[in-house]
């Protein structure tokens, strides 16, 4: 499995979070990630919840300069 990412940077929010988390597998970067959404962006853990991050996983690792905004 390659490594895969996921960057707050693309989406907009209250605190312009800049966070990005990369990891070698898929199990490891969602738990990161819901860790994260629901420690600092407030949402709650649900299957639903996981799906969609999971949409929002990249292949590869984080760009350093910040991704264009959706």
Partial sequence: MSR????C???PSE???TVS???DSENELIEAAVQHAVS???HVDSPEL???LKTLFH?????VESPRRM
């Fill in 4 to 7: 895969k990412y996921i960057d």
């Fill in 9 to 11: 940077r693309e989406f």
């Fill in 15 to 17: 605190m312009n979070c």
């Fill in 21 to 23: 988390l990369a990891a």
């Fill in 40 to 42: 600092v962006h407030r």
């Fill in 50 to 52: 996981r799906a969609q």
């Fill in 59 to 63: 292949d590869g690792t984080p760009p």
